[in-house]
């Protein structure tokens, strides 16, 4: 038994082309000359021959191409797999049309019900896109854009054979079209041999000269004819309806106000004829549906997008801290991959998102025309700006992955070598993304329609921008390489680079980033590769010891000293500095440096020198400010070092004799105090002044203070138990008369 669309194909041959043959026989017989529209005629100055023989329109029937139509359509009805272009013009025409006209009947037959069995309905689907694929391919749709170059060929063949119905049928000639043995004579007689046949009296032209294959020699439809069909077709859509057994009236129509691609989906075929006519209403060269559905697809792509964006810019949003907070940034370091990688998500749902809207505007909604052009340019551009941007994010994402994966691999998870480590890779990683970024854009002009010379050309506009200012470029590109290979200094060391004092938080190919206590400074790699770089921080030997900053203070001593005091000065700073609670063991001192130096002045300055491990500013002026107020209350402790104890002059020498001991043992009752000595110093105006030196012990100034504080009480008890008097500052007045008066 025949499958049904053999029936189908058998009963068209039978029943509806012999009907159609004989009613157009009838209708010739009273058809005047029909004037060809003005988008229709070509020049005639390389046609050879063209006179014209009568004013009455000849009937396709009566054409000399005629029989072999009607052979090529028979052969066609029987195979789908054959080849449309052919080696002459007469193939490549005739067979076109035959199968232009053959995929027109199917359609029309397809889309009237879906009634038919899903199997055999789709294998009948399949070999009308398929015969329709053959017969696009015989176009030359080079002079499209690459982005509309399928979809516009599709359009451009229906309307081709629209075109081709209304010239075949209304030609007031004979068309005699070459096979491959007239081409050779054609050209045989011809001083200069053409590798193209255009229909007469249009401007249809066949070419084998195919731009871009020179060793083509198959017949195509010309890149111009393809270019300008949609205007010849817009000068014969008005006219009436041809009839005759090859044409196909309703074609563009039906394509174009339906959805789907040829054949309309089943759920549409199954909607009630009232709606469809509702949602078939023509706006423009669209329908009423097509508008209807295609707003409300942008309005749920726009939201979508919108969503996306907003959480792309929020992400952005989460590193916003301060950045002179290196605890909190150092928290965050770890996550920063997660950071980038969550940023790839966001960005990947754009690309399959904006590839289903163009497919379900151009192939379901199935937008034509220039609406389709605009769509698909919009898309194109959103989908490779998008895939631009998601290549960027994704190899920062795997730059700091593998710069986390490394810094692993060396079993050291600090913060401060995982910025090292990241300062090496991300540079590197961001820029083969930012690479393949460009290809992308120049790939999206390419597509967008514009020739390869003029991308070339704009490609080289920034390349001469480049270019002029190559000297610095390269030569902070050159720095950059020698800094990270000399490597006077590190990521997160604390440095002085041509007067700016602060820490270093990037070190990247073209400048670094210092961190000043007031802002950030970038320093082009070349300024700094030349400067005077003073790098305070202290490198480990190893690398799971941490680099350590130098820390450095120097305090002015206003009152003078005697060398007691600053021996006591210099071992107190040391002994406060080496304890273990100092500074409440937030951070650890190393190998602390106490010296003193004479100014120029007369007066002294006390120096302090140590090694902290810290990064940021905030954690060192934090163990700055304490060093400061501690050194400031060993100056006060060493100038209570030294006590004058002044005594009366009615104290007998055996009393003199009596108080250094005396002096001894009160220091001698506190644990935290140490007697140095008591000596007899000075005779003053009114008393006899005793120097006492004691040491102290205390770890707290407070402490020392109260021990003071309580070494003076005893002084002045044993002083008055022993009736030694501590006098009154006393001042001798003269008088004197004056004899005048």
Not at 168 to 181: F, G, K, M, T, V
Not at 231 to 236: D, V
Not at 726 to 731: H, K, M, N, V
Request: glycine residues 4%; aromatic residues 10%.
């Amino acid at each position: 038994m025949a499958s049904p669309r053999a029936l189908t194909r058998g009963m068209f041959r039978r029943v509806l082309r012999p009907g159609l043959l004989a009613a157009l026989g009838l209708l010739i017989c009273f058809v005047t000359a029909w004037p060809y529209p003005s988008a229709l005629a070509g020049s005639s100055a390389n046609e050879e021959n063209y006179q014209p023989l009568s004013s009455a329109v000849i009937p396709i029937e009566q054409q000399p191409f005629y029989e072999a139509l009607v052979e090529k359509a028979a052969a066609w009805d029987e195979v789908v797999l054959d080849h449309v272009v052919g080696d002459s013009p007469k193939a490549t025409l005739l067979n076109f049309y035959a199968v232009m006209s053959d995929v027109a009947l199917r359609a029309d037959l397809l889309g009237f019900s879906a009634s038919t069995g899903q199997a055999m309905r789709r294998e009948a689907i399949d070999d009308t896109n398929l015969l329709f694929g053959l017969a696009v391919d015989a176009l030359d749709a080079s002079g499209f854009s690459e982005s509309v170059r399928e979809d516009m060929a599709d359009e451009a063949a229906i309307q081709l054979k629209m075109v081709l119905d209304y010239v075949l049928s209304n030609s007031r000639e004979p068309i005699h079209i070459p096979d491959q043995a007239g081409m050779k004579n054609r050209n045989d007689s011809r001083s200069n041999p053409t590798a193209s046949w255009r229909i007469p009296g249009t401007a249809i032209t066949l070419t084998s000269d195919i731009k871009g294959d020179p060793e083509n020699e198959s017949f195509y439809f010309s890149a111009s004819t393809v270019s300008s069909v949609r205007s010849m077709y817009e000068e014969i859509r008005d006219v009436s309806r041809v009839d005759q057994p090859y044409a196909s009236p309703n074609f563009y129509s039906d394509f174009i106000y339906t959805p789907g691609f040829l054949v309309p989906p089943d759920w549409y075929l199954s909607l009630p004829l009232g709606w469809r006519a509702w949602l078939e209403w023509p706006v423009g060269d669209q329908t009423l549906f097509q508008i209807v559905s295609a707003v409300l697809l942008i309005l749920i792509y726009a939201y979508i997008s919108l969503r996306l964006m907003r959480l792309l810019f929020k992400s952005y949003q989460e590193v916003g801290d301060d950045e002179n907070d290196y605890e909190s940034m150092n928290r965050r370091l770890f996550s920063v991959d997660t950071l980038a990688w969550r940023r790839v998500l966001i960005v990947a749902p754009v690309l399959p998102t904006t590839y289903l809207m163009e497919q379900l505007v151009d192939n379901v909604i199935n937008f034509t025309g220039t609406p389709l052009v605009v769509a698909i340019y919009v898309f194109y551009v959103i989908w490779y700006v998008s895939a631009s941007v998601l290549v960027f994010f994704l190899f920062e994402a795997l730059g700091r992955s593998a710069a986390e994966f490394m810094a692993q691999i060396r079993r050291n998870r600090s913060p401060i070598q995982l910025r090292r480590i990241t300062s090496f890779v991300m540079p590197a990683s961001r820029a083969v993304g930012m690479l393949i970024s460009v290809v992308l854009i120049y790939r999206l002009l390419l597509l967008l329609g514009l020739p390869s010379n003029t991308v070339l050309a704009f490609s080289a506009v920034p390349g001469l921008a480049i270019g002029l200012g190559a000297t610095k470029l390269i030569g902070n590109l050159f720095a950059g390489l020698s800094i990270q290979t000399d490597r006077p200094l590190r990521v997160g060391e604390f440095c002085e680079v041509d007067g700016k004092i602060g820490f270093v938080t990037k070190i990247g190919l073209r400048s670094m980033e210092l961190q000043t206590l007031e802002s950030r400074v970038t320093i082009p790699n070349s300024v700094a590769d030349e400067a005077t770089i003073v790098n305070y921080s202290r490198r480990g030997q190893s690398v799971e010891r941490q680099p350590m900053q130098g820390l450095e203070l120097r305090l002015p001593i206003r009152d003078p000293m005697s060398p007691f005091q600053l021996e006591e000065l210099i071992r107190i700073t040391k002994t406060i500095l080496e304890s273990p609670s100092f500074l409440d063991q937030e951070v650890e001192l190393y190998e602390p440096v106490v010296s003193l130096e004479s100014l120029e002045d007369g007066t002294s300055q006390l120096i302090v020198f140590v090694m902290v491990e810290l990064h940021g500013w905030k954690p060192f002026l934090k163990v700055r400010e304490k060093l400061l107020v501690a050194l400031e209350e060993v100056l006060e402790r060493i100038s209570l070092c030294e006590i004058v104890v002044g005594v009366s002059y009615s104290t007998t020498p055996d009393q003199l004799q009596l108080i250094p001991q005396l002096l001894k043992d009160i220091v001698s009752e506190d644990a935290q105090l140490e007697f140095e000595a008591a000596r007899l110093v000075r005779i003053s105006a009114f008393s006899y002044d005793y120097e006492l030196e004691i040491r102290s012990l205390h770890l707290v100034h407070d402490a020392f203070e109260d021990s003071v504080h309580r070494l003076n009480c005893r002084i002045l008890e044993v002083l008055a138990d022993h009736q030694i008097q501590i006098p009154y500052p006393t001042q001798t007045l003269e008088l004197q008369s004056n004899p005048t008066t």
